[in-house]
């Protein structure tokens, strides 16, 4: 099901392509569900712009896809950035891994890409840099040449000014200073992130990269929180279900501060959580249909927490904190 709906006939199809034509709106592929999708957009559009940056394919599935898929049905437009083309993830999708899987990886990781895309409604681009994978060992082994973790933050900036310019986005999501765990590429994804964000109305800087853009909000997104997880825990158990938690929470150090000190801003996304499902299941290489991404009935995710979680780090414009929507206080002439 598409959450806009499909509308079938052919003579619909044609008054929706001429409402559409009417308002000039770029129709992004040629199907029924394109096009019906394009209509809604012309619609609704509320002119105001999402852009969420991340360090790999797959990562825009897991932190704050609900929250995504909800503003594009809402009429915002919302554009996925992705660093890096995900070259160095292995297969963890045990069903996935076959020689024929790995040969291709690439190029598989870019058909999952598009269609987590698709799920979610949003538009995508992808900056080029090559993965630096996670290192592992001790001491861990030097990052290969040429990685995206090794190309300094001003340079690497440089494409992610000429998207955030291009699409002149309202507010920009990105990792904290930690990269939300602690892999090269998300760490480096958040420092990139920030000099892009602070370059990109600065006419001096990156003068070659297109016009001035100024976002007005910057939020970190924050996915692994304790609260969250022992909420779950409980939840599952109560329901008479196993639970993949306990042995999280039982490691996990009382004395090292929950993200949920930092949120400001809980976006209701609950009825989209299908959304982000379809999106993970799309990086079929990356997430294993039977892992812990699934292990919480919607239902019970939807009644104990509905939301996901945003850091609000720069406004240009008033809002008060706790926020419930990443564009509170954002209106498409400021
Ligand atoms: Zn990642």
New binding site residues.
């Given amino acids: 099901m598409h959450r806009v709906g499909i509308i079938h006939g052919e003579s619909i199809i044609r008054a929706v392509l001429a409402a559409v034509g009417r308002r000039g709106v770029v129709m992004r592929n040629n199907d029924t569900e394109g096009i019906v999708a394009a209509m809604v957009e012309a619609e609704k559009s509320t002119g105001l712009r999402l852009m969420a940056v ?3 394919p ?2 825009e599935s897991s932190k704050g896809a609900a929250t995504m898929a909800r503003y594009v049905a809402e009429g915002h437009q919302v554009m996925v950035v992705t660093c890096t083309g995900g070259e160095a993830g292995s297969v963890l999708n045990a069903a996935m891994d076959t020689p024929e899987v790995r040969g291709r990886l690439t190029d598989i990781r870019r058909e999952e890409m598009a269609r987590a895309a698709k799920a979610l409604g949003v538009e995508h681009r992808w900056l080029g840099f090559i993965d630096s994978g996670l290192p592992e060992g001790d001491p861990p082994p030097p990052l290969p040449e040429g990685c995206f973790a090794l190309v300094p933050a001003e340079e690497a900036a440089e494409p992610l000014v000429r998207a955030i310019r291009e699409f002149k986005p309202h507010v920009v999501v990105t990792y904290d200073e930690n990269g939300g765990y602690p ?1 090269p ?2 760490i480096h994804t958040h420092a990139v992130s920030i000099a892009a964000y602070d370059a990109a109305a600065d006419p001096e800087r990156y003068p070659a990269a297109g016009e001035p853009w100024q976002p007005l909000k910057l939020y970190y997104t924050h996915g692994l929180s304790r609260a969250r997880m022992r909420a779950f825990h409980e939840a599952l158990l109560a329901e008479g279900l196993e639970s993949p938690y306990g042995e999280w929470l039982q490691k996990w150090d009382p004395n090292k501060p929950d993200v949920m000190d930092r949120v400001t801003t809980q976006v209701p996304c609950g009825e989209y959580f299908e959304y982000r499902d379809e999106a993970l299941r799309s990086h079929a290489t990356q997430i294993d249909p039977n892992s812990r991404w699934f292990a919480v009935p919607l239902h019970i995710q939807r009644e104990v927490w509905p939301t996901e979680e945003y850091e609000l780090v720069r406004s240009l414009v008033d809002t008060s904190i706790p926020e419930n929507d990443l564009f509170a206080g954002v209106t498409a002439e400021s």
Avoid: K, S, T
């Fill in positions: 991340h360090a790999h797959d990562d892999h590429d998300h």
